[in-house]
């Protein structure tokens, strides 16, 4: 090819892109310019458009063949259930997972559900039926015909309506059974469908695909739904609890200590006052042998399945209210306000449906219940006898226990796994001065499972003089492991708030799986001390389960010793260790004998002395100028006199 031949090609490749009429007049420009023929250009550079036209033609037929082939190994690989999608454009987005779904099951011979794991919920789940899987029905194959006779397929999915009528008959469908939890979270409502049984009731995070479903006759029989709710199909689940082994435990309080500049003495004084910290910045400090009791209750673990459950009597003024605050401060779980709730609200109750399954079953890793005997109190107010509310409050039992169980009703059914730890606070019923005297209200199998604590007036004349202490807005950190430098967070002590949350919450998690190295001696030693103090009917009550409460409150007071005061790795039970609960029992023990009521004379008037009135003084007038003159004048007349 000559160099003009090619400098006439190069001219014309220039006009490929140019419209027709501009593209004439420059060929023109270039026939003129290289002698050549316009026509012979003009056919010259069609046959370059058309070249490229193909060219063009090709690729997009070669791409959309590879797409294609791409999507039918995609189907290929699927199979006739649900087929979890990792694509990052349909995470999140049912309505776009849904269109791709439709669109390879017009190129499948097979039905197949795709989801996508994008979202996310946490809640405490609640199961609908622990003896069998529920089969709800994800994809129809509906067929009808049109007027000429040709058939017309339509996929129907989870959240479509379906009128066989109108869509035609049902040629097959895809269902799968799933584990159907109740799960809430932040306020709403979800039925969380689960190919795996989840192994407890505790709070979980649960990964998958969130579908609005309308309401439908099926699901409103078999979910007890109404209306429109929330499926949300779980690929899968995680319990929020995660617990360390033993052996980390101290190696992870040194770490905590290290980063943020603790030495053992302010690291001891502020795992000490944490569950007495108040939201407002004040520590409401008890007596130091019952702070170590509420410590030993929360690190203590579970013996023959089940934790200790705290009840606290006290008169009014004790501050009970502040205690359970300074736990929802950590926890975050909430308070029951019993004295304006019922008995139902704390057990399971069949009046709706799903049947809600009341307050101690909802708690996660503790039940904060403030009142209990106002509830009692209220509840034979009402019209029922106290036969009837003592037995509506032996369903505790069970449920202290730590049993899992079925209950049910007419309205239908609940399985029950309760995980939390109970601490109640109270002032006594109206009709009890003593603890014993409760046992009329609360059965005895109650009570037993239970650590009944009096305050002492001795106790409540500390709380009435303690002078609350301020926590401590900052904390000194270290700069880093280099300098060994301290810096100052006073102007925002938020941060370490948070972290010193999530070190206690996972300190209190891990110990809930595991018990101290408790010696026997000290346990039958301390057991013996009870039933020695003990009179009738408590010694009888705390004969049938003591030896488990003293077990697990060795376990706390241990726990305690080595976490937050010598960093022992041992756990095992020391002398210290039984001192301090023997003056805990020998404490709970003289509660048993306090009058909890409160005496008449704090409420007579006639008991405190009255100041004697004051005679009136009578008013001195204002007197003038000329007035004060004439009263002068009298006065020294009246002395000269």
Known sequence: MSEELSDVQDELKKLIDLPREDQDITIDDIAEKYNKNPKRLREELDIQIKGIRESEENRETAKQLLLEQASEEEIASYKPTIN??????????????KNKNKAQLNKADFLFQLFTAGEEI???????????????????????KDKEGNEIIAYKFIDDTYNKRDDGYEKSVLEESFWIYNVTCEGTRYIVLAKKKLENHEVHRFNGMNIRVPHKKEFEKNLACRGSSNFFFCKNAESTIIAKPKEELIPYAQAFMKRWGLDAIKYHEMMRDYIFTHENGFIYNQPEDYMMLRHAQLLSGKDEGYPMHLFVWSSFGGGKTQELECLDNIFHEGILEAANSTPKSLIPSFNSNPPDPGFLLKSNRVALIDELMKMIDNAVNNSRGMADVKNQLSNLNFIFEHRKRNANSGNGGIYCIPTMKTVMMMNPSMKSKYIHQELDVLDPSTMSRIVPFVKSEKHLEFINSNVLKKCAKGVGLYDGESTGKTKSITSNPYPFAHFLNEFYVTIYDSCQHFLSNAKQTFLDSLNNLVLTLAKNPMKTVWKRRGKHHIKLLLDGVTKYRCLFKELDPTFESTQEDYDICERILVEMVNGWSVDMTIHNDEFDYNSTPTPAPQPLSTPTPLLTKEKKEKQQSFNEVVEKQ
């Open 84 to 97: 979890w999608a990792s694509d990052e454009y349909y995470k999140g987005s049912w309505k776009r997972m």
């Open 122 to 144: 946490i809640g405490k789940p609640q199961i609908l039926d622990n003896d069998a899987m529920t089969s709800i029905t994800l994809i129809s194959e509906a067929v009808k």
